[in-house]
């Protein structure tokens, strides 16, 4: 079968913020709380480090038990309250991709089935929808957390400043390798998923365009061509994907060996620095703890990246529909139709032909009375029914 064109709608000059923009916004609230609560979260992941620091510096120079018993107490009521909030954080984010959903579902709803309308048919795709719950998805994974754990990295840096420079030092630059991988992962990997993305699209419209004349593909014993034409789309759509992972998955494992790496390195440079009594025992530990802490938002960034990008590359998709079809206007409702239905010399044609479909059509329906239209191919029966 011929395979109709399929049109990508130019993104219009208009300015103004679309549907998904505002539906956004309407959940700005909940994203604030989500930063709000994520400030305490990352305050609460320095527990670990304190915890050892005095464990180190005071417990084991004093020998005091109830001293450790105390600080041993609370720390596990803090990593009590720091679990609670790590579930409020995620509690929030189910209820703002729920409540996207909410605002947006009907209006996507509606405007895949006004492209359909526009485009004959042959733009149908429920693809819309796919998009919006990927953008969902992205919102309760925890990809999203990193992003909202990153701006508190400066917390740990300034720390490790406090316990001691070299530390310090030694966690910009880390940070700056990382930020630098991260921003490698994007370059590596944003064309090759955009394109298997738009490949992995194009492949199931075909299948659902295809599924609609299931009968005629049979009849005509047409599936092997058309299966030989999916499975090389499907191929290069897993090549491509297999291309951006493999990248993908190098990244990850050069930022997670630098990670485990750094973090021992840290640990030998706090022993020489205790050695050469620049530093208290305690800092030794509290150190490796803190820079591991400071570069694991990074390092899930990196991990989730892939994610990322596929909830960037809907929500492109996404916008532009959104932009180009604009809301229905809400209609009056009416009682229900009552009545013939009277038709009265009707002409009805099409640009670009000389001799109208229908000419002088005159019919009277009687209420309840069943008609059925009669003649030859393309003589307009069609047209009149709708």
């Known amino acids: 079968m011929t ?68 600080l041993t107490v609370i720390t ?41 309308l526009s485009s004959g048919g042959t733009a149908a795709t429920a693809q819309p929808l796919t998009d919006l719950l990927q953008i969902r998805q992205f919102l309760t994974g925890p990809g999203l957390l990193a992003f909202f754990d990153a701006p508190w990295i400066p917390i740990y840096v300034g720390l490790m400043f406090l316990f001691h420079l070299y530390f310090g030092v030694v966690a910009v630059l880390s940070m700056l390798l990382l930020a630098g991988l991260a921003w490698w992962n994007e370059l590596a990997t944003r064309t090759d998923l955009a394109d298997a993305n738009r490949e992995s699209i194009e492949a199931t419209q075909f299948v659902q ?10 009849a005509m014993g047409m599936l092997p061509r058309l299966r030989a034409r999916w499975s090389a789309r499907q191929m290069q759509v897993l090549a491509l994907q297999s291309r951006a992972s493999t990248k993908a998955g190098l990244i990850h494992a050069l930022s997670r060996t630098y990670r485990l790496t750094i973090q021992s390195l840290v640990l030998g440079l706090g022993a020489y620095l205790a050695i050469q009594k620049a530093i208290s025992p305690g800092l030794v530990i509290s150190g490796s703890i803190l820079l591991g802490r400071a570069l694991a938002p990074l390092d899930q960034m990196i991990a989730g990246w892939r994610g990322f990008l596929g909830a960037r590359e ?9 932009r180009t079809i604009p809301e229905r206007a809400a209609r009056m409702s009416l009682p229900p139709l009552r009545g013939q239905v009277t038709l009265e ?15 002088g059509v005159t019919l009277a329906i009687q209420p309840g009375t069943t008609v059925a239209l009669i003649g030859p191919s393309a003589a307009g029966k069609s047209t009149l029914a709708r």
């Open 76 to 116: 596990i009521f803090l990593f009590l309250v720091l679990g609670g909030l790590e579930w409020i954080r995620s509690r929030i984010m189910v209820a703002t991709s729920a409540r996207l959903d909410e605002h947006l579902g009907e209006r996507v709803f509606d405007a895949i089935f006004s492209q359909s």
């Open 314 to 322: 809907a929500y492109g998709r996404l916008d532009t529909l959104l």
């Open 209 to 218: 365009r295809n599924l609609r004349n299931a009968e005629v593909v049979e």
């Open 3 to 70: 395979e109709p064109t399929i049109t990508t709608p130019a993104t219009p000059l208009i300015s103004e913020s679309s549907d998904l923009q505002q539906a956004l916004a309407a959940c700005r609230r909940s994203f604030l709380t989500t930063a709000f609560f994520s400030l305490f979260v990352n305050l609460l992941m320095l527990v670990p480090a304190i915890y050892m620091l005095a464990v180190y510096d005071r417990v084991l120079m004093s020998g005091s038990e109830s001293t450790l018993l105390m």
């Open 345 to 359: 010399d009707l002409v009805i044609a099409v640009p670009g032909r000389n001799e109208p479909i229908l000419n």
